[in-house]
């Protein structure tokens, strides 16, 4: 079985700009969250899809935005890119809400100049 | 939301046991401890995950103490391909609107293992 996929692996963008990310989660998994990866703060929750509803947010401006189509694929979107923005962004798939166990893909490494 | 603190590194060696603490002193009733670990180029990879009661499987043992404010995990023994970085992690479940959740990680511990 394939593992949670995500397009592109890398991105260059400059300030202001905009960018999309995708996740294609494991066949059969409903559930999508994801997360961004910096140096200094680590891991951060970003948010939770299910059911292509939103399930829960975390502590991010509203330029990060998300959504989850009927296939469970999922993307989400950063508008008016800051340099602070540059981070490894990770999705996480599982089967279903309140599974135990998350897969995560390889991440998007996304660099804002 | 509560937090976890772990040591910035650990060293151990080939074949021997390994523990690795976490503190979580303000966990709250229905947070789960779980762990995952990180390797180089990877998404994290999940190891195993409790709640109150020490839990087994084939990667490793958590041990959560009995005020669940601190868990350790074990791997039994060690090998190279266990090098990476842990995340111990508070999971926040909330089951008003049919159910969410959100992993709130710690900086992680960097464990090397010597040959």
């Known amino acids: 079985k394939a593992g949670v996929t995500q397009t592109p692996r890398y991105l260059i963008k400059t300030r202001g700009q905009q960018v999309t990310l995708s996740c294609s989660p494991i066949?059969?998994?409903?559930?999508v969250s994801w997360y961004q990866q910096t140096p200094g703060q680590g891991l951060q929750f970003l948010f939770e899809?299910?059911?292509?509803?939103?399930?829960n947010k975390g502590n991010f401006p509203g330029r990060f935005s998300g959504r989850q189509f009927s296939n469970s694929r999922s993307e989400m979107n950063v508008s008016t890119l800051e340099l602070g923005d540059s981070a490894l962004y990770l999705c996480?798939?599982?089967?279903?809400?309140?599974?135990?166990?998350?897969?995560f893909g390889p991440g998007t490494r996304l660099t804002v100049l | 939301d509560a937090k976890t603190t772990q040591p910035n590194s650990m060293e151990s060696n080939e074949e021997e046991p390994v523990h690795l603490p976490c503190n979580h002193s303000t966990i709250s009733g229905t947070d789960y401890i779980h762990w995952y670990r990180q390797l180089p180029s990877q998404g994290p990879e999940y190891v195993i995950h409790?709640?109150?009661s020490n839990v087994n499987n084939r990667m490793a043992s958590l041990a959560i103490a009995e005020d669940r404010k601190s868990s350790t995990l074990i791997l039994h023994r060690a090998t190279l391909r266990d090098a990476a970085v842990y995340y111990c992690i508070l999971r926040q479940i909330y089951i008003t609107q049919g159910g969410s959740e959100k992993l709130v990680f710690g900086k992680g511990m960097k464990l090397t293992v010597n040959p």
């Open positions: 899809y299910f059911s292509e509803t939103q399930r």
């Open positions: 996480a798939s599982s089967l279903d809400l309140l599974y135990n166990e998350q897969f």
């Open positions: 409790g709640l109150t």
């Open positions: 066949s059969g998994h409903r559930s």
